[in-house]
């Protein structure tokens, strides 16, 4: 089965933003499993409201979504990590080496090396502008994701 974790840092914005705009773009296809921790999350924390309302603009909804800490029984379920910043994927590389090949940024699917920007605490057009990127770059990095998600 297909799998991606999406990770970020308190796992209440970025990553399930992305976890909800992937597995919107997966929907017809069967198997896919797409989650999201935190580097630095606090569990149990629901998504941050203007990731909801952004979603839901787009027709997704994460309502069961709470937040959690990466650990390596989690990383260690899926076939491919996507980090929203350099220094995330550093962290979880050196952390947890045995799954350190599988750790890759989310700009990395389209080429590049670029931090996704942390719209918390920020206007509600950043979360929206974060969510632009996003849908940006699985729609052009799919073929990728697509292949290093495969088990």
């Known amino acids: ?83 929203m910043e350099a220094g995330q994927k550093e962290a979880l590389q050196v952390e947890f080496p045995v799954i350190a090949d599988r750790v890759y940024m989310v700009s990395e699917m389209i080429g590049e090396q670029y931090d996704i920007s942390d719209p918390m605490g920020e206007p509600y057009m950043e979360f929206e502008r974060t969510a632009q990127e996003l849908e940006m770059i699985f729609e052009k990095g799919s073929d990728r994701i697509y292949k290093l998600a495969q088990p």
């Open 1 to 83: 089965m297909p799998s991606v974790l999406i990770v970020c840092t308190a796992n209440i914005c970025r990553s399930p933003m992305a976890m909800g705009l992937l597995r919107k773009q997966v929907e017809n296809q069967p198997g896919w499993r797409i989650e999201s921790a935190g580097t630095w999350s606090v569990n149990g924390q629901p998504a941050a409201i203007y990731t909801v309302d952004v979603l839901m603009k787009r027709g997704i909804q994460i309502p069961r979504h709470r937040s959690r800490v990466v650990s390596l029984d989690l990383l260690q379920q899926f076939n491919l990590i996507l980090t």
